[in-house]
């Protein structure tokens, strides 16, 4: 069965930094497109980044451009999401979902809370 751990969420307060960690068992990770999905209350869950299999392809929603950075270790089987200069506007459950390759089967973690303060 495929699993996706996730780590790192908590409360700060605005301008903080948090680095968000998402291990996975049960899957060929390497070859697995990963990223991170966000949902704020009583709103709907809303793309954040994602990284190809290598990590030297990325992609991000405008919102967090210049903030936000994903990162993997394929060794590790570990997608990151390093989140600096947060504001309040971030505050959500996030997500860590993966991709695998040929038949494209999603696969989400739990969700880990981020909560940031003014």
């Known amino acids: 069965q495929v699993q996706l751990v996730e780590s790192g969420g908590g409360l700060v307060q605005a301008g903080d930094s948090l680095r968000l960690s998402c291990t996975a068992s049960g899957v060929t990770f390497s070859t697995t497109t990963a990223g991170w999905f966000r949902q704020a209350p009583g709103k709907e869950r809303e793309f954040v980044a994602t990284?190809?299999?290598?990590?030297?392809?990325?992609s991000y929603t405008d919102s967090v451009k210049g903030r936000f950075t994903i990162s993997r270790d394929n060794a590790k089987n570990t997608v990151y999401l390093q989140m600096n200069s947060l504001k309040p506007e971030d505050t959500a459950v996030y997500y860590c979902?993966?991709?695998?390759?040929?038949?494209?089967?999603?696969?989400w973690g739990q969700g880990t809370q981020v909560t940031v303060s003014s």
């Open positions: 990284i190809n299999w290598s990590g030297a392809g990325t």
């Open positions: 979902t993966l991709r695998t390759s040929i038949l494209k089967r999603d696969y």
